[in-house]
């Protein structure tokens, strides 16, 4: 009979500190293998492999694509690429991003709830915002374990909140019972494959992580054509409904979470304000120098004009700064609130 053999282990800000103290803990012979992604920058090679292997007893490595699954291995996900699994393999992807991660853990928690069902266990560790809730859902639809970091023991509680909230856990522990957790959770029996059927949706949201085309019109039938659209390519975005829990993903391929959705857009947003205030600011500097330059040639219409102009625009400007001050919306982190232009500020 199978057992709980596939462990798959999502973590973001603070996850190096928890993941350490996981596969310390880990026996050196386990009876299943484990998959792990860590939110990284891409372009940059990452150390998380060799930090693993140095904590714990089990060899770790950044996965290749294709490779053999193996028992008491760690197979780690390489920056800017998902890693998703296949049936006794594994498949490195430069697929769509899902809420802006590549690697994504709800890619990963998707793909094992996919390939191996009720003999998944699905780890939730500490991180920002809520990447792996819509993985555990996945996870538990088809019969799996979801352990999660007691949200008290995390560097960073919002994504093991974001998985309590998504699901009810089997386990809700501190990361340093987790290890021993696993080790016993991979010995035990899991249900039968055939109790836990695939549901559509997680067949088709699988294989577009894995690189097939995404259909508008399959989409359609599983969800509803929502009035946003995608941050990243400006399609489209789906709506769809899992555990009371909304989701979004375009014709392309890019998810997000409702909440990942909102931050995207409230950085759109400030970008547009502050450029809205650095534009105000220069079109009113721009009018002064058009006022010198038409007081040196007499043309005092286009002075009176130009002044009147200049004074609104400074004013514009500085209401709508503070507008924006006063709703606590900072600058974005490309665009930032530009200083005010001095009255008296003539061109030399």
Request: charged share 25%; aromatic share 4%.
């Amino acid at each position: 009979m199978a057992t709980h053999d596939v462990i798959v282990i999502g973590a973001s800000s603070g996850g190096i500190d928890a993941l350490r103290t996981v596969a310390h803990g880990l026996p050196p012979v386990l009876p299943a293998a484990v998959f792990v992604v860590l939110h990284v920058p891409p372009h940059r090679s990452s150390a998380l492999p060799r930090i693993l292997t140095r904590a714990g007893p089990l060899p770790a490595h950044e996965a290749v694509d294709g490779e053999s699954i193996a028992s008491s291995r760690i197979y780690v996900a390489r920056p800017d690429h998902h890693l998703l699994l296949g049936s006794g393999h594994v498949r490195v992807v430069k697929g769509p991003m899902e809420n802006r991660y590549s690697p994504s853990i709800d890619a990963l928690f998707r793909s094992a709830a996919h390939a191996y069902g009720p003999r998944t266990i699905a780890v939730v560790l500490t991180g920002l915002l809520d990447d792996g809730a819509g993985g555990v859902i996945a996870v538990k639809r088809r019969g799996g374990l979801v352990v999660v970091q007691d949200p008290r023991d995390a560097d960073y509680p919002d994504m093991p909140h974001a998985a309590l909230d998504a699901v009810s856990p089997d386990h809700l522990v501190p990361a340093i019972e987790i290890p021993g957790l696993l080790a016993r959770l991979a010995e035990t029996v899991a249900p039968p494959e055939s109790d836990f059927p695939v549901p559509i949706d997680l067949e088709v949201e699988d294989s577009i992580a894995q690189g097939a085309e995404s259909n508008p019109d399959v989409l359609d039938d599983l969800g509803l054509r929502s009035p946003f659209s995608c941050p990243d390519c400006g399609g489209v975005l789906w709506e769809l409904a899992e555990n009371g829990r909304v989701r979004y993903r375009c014709h392309v391929g890019h998810a997000f979470s409702e909440l990942r959705l909102f931050h995207l857009q409230e950085d759109t947003l400030q970008e547009s304000l502050w450029a809205a205030v650095k534009t105000l600011r220069e079109n009113a500097r721009l009018a002064r120098q058009i006022v010198a330059s038409a007081r040196h040639r007499g043309q005092s219409r286009t002075v009176a004009h130009f002044e009147k102009r200049a004074r609104e625009d400074e004013e514009h400007a500085s209401r709508l700064q503070r507008l924006v001050e006063a709703a606590g919306v900072d600058a974005g982190t490309n665009v930032r609130p530009p200083a005010a232009t001095p009255a008296n500020d003539e061109p030399r």
